[in-house]
């Protein structure tokens, strides 16, 4: 499977930013999305919570789209980041 390197980015109350990354398999994100899409259609406003009180609230699927930016990566890549970093890096907000 192709590998991605999915950056979330954003900015909680025009306090502080958020941001992270993830690496994934492309087939993965794309389902994500998906789900996500039929989430925003069934109530357009989401909140995803990190912390103890602090959220980044999406207002529809275009809002919760601009957040991330995706990239893709080689396998080699995808090793040596996952090797130092993990998989996974920094605040990284998907809604469920």
Same mark, same amino acid.
């Given at each position: ?5 999915? =950056? !979330?980015?954003? @900015?909680?109350?025009? =306090?502080?930013?958020? @941001? ?7 087939? @993965? ?10 989430? !925003? ?16 609230? !999406? ?8 957040? !991330? ?17 993990? @998989? ?9």
């Amino acid at each position: 499977m192709s590998k991605i390197f999915v =950056e !979330f980015d954003n @900015n909680y109350a025009d =306090e502080f930013d958020v @941001n992270g990354f993830r690496i994934m398999d492309r087939k @993965n994100w794309e389902k994500h999305l998906e789900k996500a899409k039929k989430t !925003f259609e069934e109530e357009e406003t989401q909140e995803v919570y990190f912390g103890t009180n602090e959220q980044i609230i !999406f207002e529809g699927f275009d809002d919760y789209e601009r957040s !991330f930016t995706v990239k893709d990566i080689t396998d080699e890549e995808a090793k040596v980041l996952s090797k130092f970093l993990g @998989n996974q890096y920094g605040t990284f907000l998907m809604v469920d």
